[in-house]
C-alpha cells in the first residue's frame, strides 16, 4: 500500500513538472492611465529614484523601508536600494537603464530571493495630459513552481502597479 502511494506521489509530480513546462516562462505584466499633465511633470515622477516615495504602491505598505540611493540623481545609472522587514515589500534595488526624455524610462529590477525584471514606463502626449503605459517583463527560466506562479502574476503585479498609477497620477496632477 505505502508502495503504491510513493509510486502514485511520483508520478503526480512528474506529471505536475511536465505540464508546468507548457506553461509561459515569460511574465508581461502591463497597465494605463491617462494623466492630466504634460509629459515633462510626469517624467521626472520616473527618471528620479528619489521621486518613488512620493508615489510606490510599495512603499506606502512599509513606510520604514530603508532605501539608499547611489549613482546620479536622475537618468541612467540612477540606483534605488530597499530592505524591508514586511514580505510583501522585501530587499532588492533598482536601476535605471535607459532614459528618454519625457517619453520612456526602462528600470533593471532586482529582488533579492526572487530574481530579476525589467520595468517600463511609455509616455505619450495625449490631449489634455500624458498616456502612461507602466510594463513589467520577467523570465521564470525552467523552474517549474516559478511558472505555476506566474499564472498569478498578472493579478498580483496588476493590483499594485494600478494602485501605484493611481498614485502617480494623483501626485502629478497636484504638482
Same mark, same amino acid.
Given at each position: *500500500?505505502?508502495?503504491?502511494?510513493?509510486?502514485?506521489?511520483?508520478?503526480?509530480?512528474?506529471?505536475?513538472?511536465?505540464?508546468? +513546462?507548457?506553461?509561459?516562462?515569460?511574465?508581461?505584466?502591463?497597465? +494605463?492611465?491617462?494623466?492630466?499633465?504634460?509629459?515633462?511633470?510626469?517624467?521626472?515622477?520616473?527618471?528620479?529614484?528619489?521621486?518613488?516615495?512620493?508615489?510606490?504602491?510599495?512603499?506606502?505598505?512599509?513606510?520604514?523601508?530603508?532605501?539608499?540611493?547611489?549613482?546620479?540623481?536622475?537618468?541612467?545609472?540612477?540606483?534605488?536600494?530597499?530592505?524591508?522587514?514586511?514580505?510583501?515589500?522585501?530587499?532588492?534595488?533598482?536601476?535605471?537603464?535607459?532614459?528618454?526624455?519625457?517619453?520612456?524610462?526602462?528600470?533593471?529590477?532586482?529582488?533579492?530571493?526572487?530574481?530579476?525584471?525589467?520595468?517600463?514606463?511609455?509616455?505619450?502626449?495625449?490631449?489634455?495630459?500624458?498616456?502612461?503605459?507602466?510594463?513589467?517583463?520577467?523570465?521564470?527560466?525552467?523552474?517549474?513552481?516559478?511558472?505555476? *506562479?506566474?499564472? *498569478?502574476?498578472?493579478?498580483?503585479?496588476?493590483?499594485?502597479?494600478?494602485?501605484?498609477?493611481?498614485?502617480?497620477?494623483?501626485?502629478?496632477?497636484?504638482?
Amino acid at each position: *500500500m505505502l508502495k503504491k502511494l510513493l509510486i502514485g506521489f511520483v508520478g503526480l509530480v512528474v506529471v505536475l513538472v511536465i505540464v508546468s +513546462q507548457f506553461l509561459p516562462a515569460h511574465v508581461h505584466v502591463e497597465r +494605463q492611465t491617462t494623466v492630466n499633465a504634460a509629459p515633462e511633470a510626469v517624467f521626472p515622477l520616473l527618471n528620479n529614484p528619489k521621486n518613488t516615495e512620493k508615489w510606490s504602491p510599495w512603499l506606502e505598505r512599509d513606510r520604514n523601508t530603508a532605501l539608499t540611493y547611489s549613482g546620479p540623481a536622475e537618468g541612467v545609472g540612477a540606483k534605488l536600494s530597499w530592505r524591508s522587514e514586511n514580505r510583501e515589500v522585501g530587499v532588492g534595488n533598482l536601476e535605471i537603464t535607459e532614459s528618454k526624455p519625457n517619453s520612456f524610462v526602462r528600470v533593471a529590477l532586482a529582488f533579492e530571493g526572487h530574481g530579476e525584471a525589467t520595468s517600463t514606463y511609455n509616455l505619450k502626449a495625449v490631449p489634455g495630459g500624458t498616456e502612461l503605459v507602466w510594463g513589467f517583463d520577467t523570465d521564470l527560466g525552467w523552474n517549474p513552481i516559478l511558472r505555476y *506562479m506566474g499564472l *498569478m502574476f498578472e493579478t498580483w503585479i496588476g493590483a499594485d502597479y494600478e494602485r501605484g498609477l493611481a498614485n502617480l497620477k494623483r501626485v502629478a496632477e497636484g504638482a
